[in-house]
């Protein structure tokens, strides 16, 4: 299995987890929630952050906005 593959089944598998922890909080967030993506627009990342956020807005019903921030070898956005 190729590392693309891999990094989008953790992805996939983060994102679902995340969703399950996050539903006992239904108040939360109250705000768009802002996915952070470390590469530039248009790359295989970016994609498959938008692909997500879109899902995640449809099933939460909570606005997901993707922000691309390239740069510093993708340490940008790492809080």
Same mark, same amino acid.
């Given at each position: 299995?190729? +590392?693309?593959?891999? $990094? /989008?089944?953790?992805?996939?598998?983060?994102?679902? $987890?995340? =969703?399950?922890? /996050? #539903?006992? #909080? *239904?108040?939360? &967030?109250?705000?768009?929630?802002?996915?952070?993506? +470390?590469? &530039?627009?248009? @790359?295989?990342?970016?994609?498959?952050?938008?692909?997500? =956020?879109?899902? *995640?807005?449809?099933?939460?019903? #909570?606005?997901? $906005?993707?922000?691309?921030? &390239? @740069?510093?070898?993708?340490?940008? =956005?790492?809080?």
């Amino acid at each position: 299995m190729n +590392t693309k593959i891999k $990094l /989008a089944w953790a992805v996939v598998v983060a994102a679902g $987890l995340a =969703g399950g922890a /996050a #539903q006992a #909080q *239904l108040a939360y &967030p109250n705000k768009a929630v802002k996915f952070i993506v +470390t590469y &530039p627009p248009g @790359g295989s990342s970016d994609v498959m952050a938008r692909i997500i =956020g879109k899902q *995640l807005t449809e099933y939460r019903g #909570q606005q997901v $906005l993707v922000d691309t921030r &390239p @740069g510093a070898d993708g340490a940008i =956005g790492m809080e």
